[in-house]
């Protein structure tokens, strides 16, 4: 049997400011392989959106990566690189 290897995905958080309100990424990539978490939270208050660093991007599934790139593709800030490790093809 040979062993899984996921591809590594990097997430430029200073770019991603505001995964939530984007979404691009997580409606594009077949294998859901993304979550959107809240960073701030005040009780009582809904968290907005729109606000720069209130949610962060993760990535919560790397084993389902397929390495289609189409989470790179969508994004319009360029915040995502996916890359096989050294020595494997996709």
């Keep these: 049997m040979y062993p899984i290897v996921a591809p590594i995905i990097k ?24 979550g959107v978490f809240e ?27 397929s390495a289609c790139n189409r989470c790179v593709d969508v994004c319009p800030e360029h915040a995502l690189t996916v890359e096989m490790p050294a020595g494997v093809r996709a």
């Design 39 to 65: 960073t701030k939270m005040i009780r009582l208050e809904e968290t907005d959106k729109h606000e720069p660093g209130n949610y962060r991007l993760r990535v919560i599934y790397r084993d389902r990566c």
């Design 11 to 34: 997430i430029d958080q200073a770019r991603c400011t505001t995964p939530f309100a984007c979404k691009l990424c997580l409606q594009a990539c077949p294998t859901a392989v993304f």
